[in-house]
């Protein structure tokens, strides 16, 4: 596949994965949403539609890796040019810029009327009217639409919570044999993946909101901390580091193991 086929693919692709995944985050947790508190079932499953919908679309094009521990996987496997990572990086990063940009458009009024309701306010920061940069300097109000973050802050629990999530994702999709023949997911290939992500949410999913993807958190984390959203508070750079290599390290053991066990 050519350089504009892997740009193209890459960032369509992970930009409607990022918009209907990080939507599903938004229509849960903003007021004003018709699905304001519909739990973490909910977000699951639209995280699930959210890769089979941006699968399908790139699939025939760049291959829709749409994750750089994929990319990174497959590349240890044998099935994309090292020559080519960089650029489905590039592009994955860009399109998940993109589709959180999307995500604030889309729900432009709840985010404002979330982020200016003083009840809100309230039981985030403990004062009424603001958010107190002082008691909650690491994340905001909303930066779970745009972004993961653990239960229990352990930099060493929470990385390896990402390297074994990441592991079954990235070896789940290169048992399916994929880019063999340089074509990418099938259709039945993006269910299974998608199936895949629904499962890891639900079993794996509790400790650090299941980044196991790069762009997936550094992409939105990026677009929360420039988008000007009032009383947004922090953006977690702190923790940012940890759904970035988590993944890349679950990425490279599955691609390692796979040529073991399954090559």
């Known amino acids: 596949m050519s350089s504009s ?29 018709k699905a304001q508190n519909a ?21 025939g094009v760049s291959g829709a890796h749409l994750n750089p521990a994929v990319t ?26 993109i589709g959180a940009v999307l995500v604030w458009l889309t729900y432009y009024g709840q985010f404002r009327a979330h982020l200016t309701d003083q ?26 639409v745009f972004s993961t973050g653990p239960e229990i802050r352990n930099a060493v629990q929470n990385v390896l919570t990402e390297v074994i999530a990441t592991v079954v994702l990235v070896l789940a999709i290169l048992t399916q044999g994929l880019n063999d023949d340089g074509n990418g997911l099938g259709t039945l290939g993006a269910l299974i993946t998608a199936l895949v992500v629904v499962g ?14 790069p762009v997936r958190d550094l992409g939105p984390r990026i677009v929360h901390a420039l988008l000007p959203l009032p009383n947004k508070g922090g953006s977690d750079w702190g923790y940012a580091w940890v759904p970035v290599v988590g993944p890349l ?4 053991l599955a691609g390692g193991l796979y040529n073991l066990a399954f090559a």
């Open 119 to 144: 009840q809100i306010l309230r039981d985030h920061s403990g004062e009424e009217g603001m958010v107190d940069k002082a008691a909650a300097p690491k994340a905001g109000p909303v930066l779970g």
């Open 39 to 59: 739990g973490w079932v909910a977000i699951t499953f639209g995280w699930g539609f959210a890769v089979l919908t941006g699968a399908y679309l790139a699939g």
């Open 249 to 252: 390290i679950g990425g490279a």
């Open 200 to 213: 890891i949410g639900l079993s794996l999913g509790g400790p650090t909101g299941y980044a196991i993807n």
């Open 5 to 33: 086929d892997i740009f193209i693919g890459e960032t369509i692709g992970t930009a409607v994965l990022i918009l209907l995944g990080g939507g599903v985050c938004a229509a849960v947790t903003l007021k004003h949403s």
């Open 72 to 97: 990174i996987g497959l590349a240890i496997e044998g099935g994309t040019k090292w020559g080519d990572v960089p650029l489905y990086l590039a592009s994955q990063l860009l399109g998940a810029m």
